[in-house]
């Protein structure tokens, strides 16, 4: 690969696994180099609006800390329903040879990526009982037996 560079990724967009979720949704989209604070702020202040569901969305090595503030907003705001998908994402890489005059032909690399899709909902109407989390609220509440 020394005699190659890369000369675009081109990520192709996964399709929501959600499928009654509603158009409206406000959808953080994690990325590598995302603050987790600004992040947070963003989910919180849509959450505290009056919205009802948040989702959190990453591919490769963001997966981490799109749990990280999924798990957070919900030990912030008690209650909320958890519903996590996980999927493959394809990411196609095109390299170009240094010189164009060796002969050497442009690739085409295509890697799937582990991505993550985590719908927190405030009522759990929103989340199908299929690998649903449910919201848990103070200690109080909860029974010891």
Known sequence: MENYSKARTVEQPSVCPFPDLHSDT???????????????????????????TIVFTATGKAVSRAITC???????????????????????????PLEPAAGLDSLTVSRNLPAIWILLSRTASNVSPQGRQRGRGSLKSLKMS
């Open 26 to 52: 406000p959808e953080v989209r994690v990325k590598d180099g995302s603050k987790i604070r600004n992040l947070l702020r963003y989910a919180l202040s849509r959450m505290e609006e009056g919205g009802t």
């Open 70 to 96: 999924a798990e957070i907003v919900k030990r912030r705001l008690k209650g909320l329903h958890q519903l996590t998908r996980l999927l493959y994402s394809t990411v196609v890489e095109v390299w170009e």
